[in-house]
């Protein structure tokens, strides 16, 4: 879902004939980071054979996008209040300061504003990037986009794989509206690829779906509060079930996992600690 936004705020932007270039900084230490978004030249470190372009760099002109924001840390906090100031950095091992001209897009799970206040991240980058502000709803949220996302995954896997699959039937849609996304638009995108792949029809069914959205009741992932659980309980509780249903159906690799629900994995090990799901895991993983 954020991809697509950035994406689609590219597009339709002046610099849609620039480069669009997308960083997850959630899947990179700060060290390979810091090399990814700015480069390094030879001799920088163990292993830099040669000068490398970092993302800024590559998209000078266009828009970068850079994802999990919140989980940067203090060091390169420092160095992206820069580069979103002025515009330019110099590359790991480098002397010389580069300059670009780049739209900045960024996305986070995180609440900054608490992150603020608890000294986590910097209030004067919190400023700077808070320019405009898209709240993203999940995907269980916005039931009367999950048609439209589909189809439009559906057009983009027809045209990548030359298969010929011209829409779903009104049950599969119906069973794509009553699951719960744990995993948002990732996962509906995965779903959708994989129907194209495996069906056997020029229509997508209710059959082509995995067992688990096939089956979806209308009452997944709502919680029952009772006058005797407070509001902590009543939300940690479908919290709980999201979390163990991304688990189950990536087979609690917790990297894939953290990928599907769009958080990073240190968020995820320490909501697993806290909802006690821990101890669930299976022993033969």
Known sequence: ?????????????????????????GALPENLLESELFGHV?????????????????????TIFLDEIGTATPAMQVKLLRVLQDFEFEQVGGAKTHKVDTRVVLATNENLEEAVAEGRFREDLY??????????????????????????FLQRVCQETGKQVRGFSDEAVAALQRYAWPGNVRQ?????????????????????????????????????????????????????????????????????????LGINRTTLYKKMKRLGLEDLEPATH
């Not at 039931?143 to 439009?152: G, Q, R, T, V």
């Not at 779903?191 to 979806?216: F, M």
Request: charged fraction near 25%; charge should be neutral.
């Open 127 to 152: 400023y700077r990037i808070n320019v405009i502000n898209i709240e993203l709803p999940s995907l269980r949220d916005r039931l009367s986009d999950i048609p439209l996302l589909a189809e439009h």
């Open 188 to 260: 509906l995108q995965n779903i959708i690829e994989r129907a194209v792949l495996l069906g056997k029809n020029d229509v997508i069914t209710q059959a082509d779906l995995p067992s688990d959205v096939a089956s979806a009741a209308t009452t997944a992932y709502v919680p029952s509060p009772t006058g005797q659980m407070t509001l902590k309980e009543a939300l940690a509780a479908p919290e709980r079930q999201i979390i163990l249903g991304a688990l189950e159906a990536n087979c609690w690799n917790r990297n894939e996992t953290a990928d599907a």
């Open 42 to 62: 030879a001799g920088a470190f163990t292993g830099a054979t040669a000068d490398k372009q970092g993302k800024f760099k590559l998209a000078d002109g266009g």
């Open 1 to 25: 879902g954020k991809s697509l936004i950035a994406r689609a705020a590219h597009r339709r932007s002046a610099r849609r004939d620039k480069p669009f270039i997308e960083v997850a900084c």
